[in-house]
Nanobody, 126 residues
Framework: QVKLVESGGGSVQAGGSLRLSCTANGDTYNWDCMGWFRQAPGKEREGVAFIKRDGRTAYSDSVKGRFTPSQDKRSKTLYLQMDSLTPEDTAMYYC????????????????????WGQGTQVTVTS
């Protein structure tokens, strides 16, 4: 069992930065890739940044060049550095884990992720 706990959300002005954290508890070494997703009111859940255990990363076009996922295997923590934030980035952010991530489209879709955190709110004001 993998339990994920996010933290680091909050309110920030446009142009600012936030760093989200996701700590994995339980059977932590089973995950092969982890992803950051977000969901704004009235919108579908969107995958924004992904990281594979071997260090490969993937991004949605909406955050490329602004968001950076990273991992600290020693502390079993996943991070999402978010820079140049805009009001369009306002959403609930979730981290999620997959036990196996293969193929060219290793990042997968939200339905491919078995383990999810409870979410942390990010609000960007203009």
């Amino acid at each position: 069992q993998v339990k994920l706990v996010e933290s680091g959300g909050g309110s920030v002005q446009a142009g600012g930065s936030l760093r989200l954290s996701c700590t994995a508890n339980g059977d932590t070494y089973n995950w092969d890739c982890m992803g950051w997703f977000r969901q704004a009111p009235g919108k579908e859940r969107e995958g924004v940044a992904f990281i594979k255990r071997d260090g490969r990363t993937a991004y949605s076009d909406s955050v490329k060049g602004r968001f950076t996922p990273s991992q600290d295997k020693r502390s079993k923590t996943l991070y999402l550095q978010m820079d140049s934030l805009t009001p369009e980035d306002t959403a609930m952010y979730y981290c999620a884990a997959r036990l196996w991530c293969g193929g060219d489209y290793w990042r997968g879709e939200a339905n491919d992720y078995r383990y999810w955190g409870q979410g942390t709110q990010v609000t960007v004001t203009s």
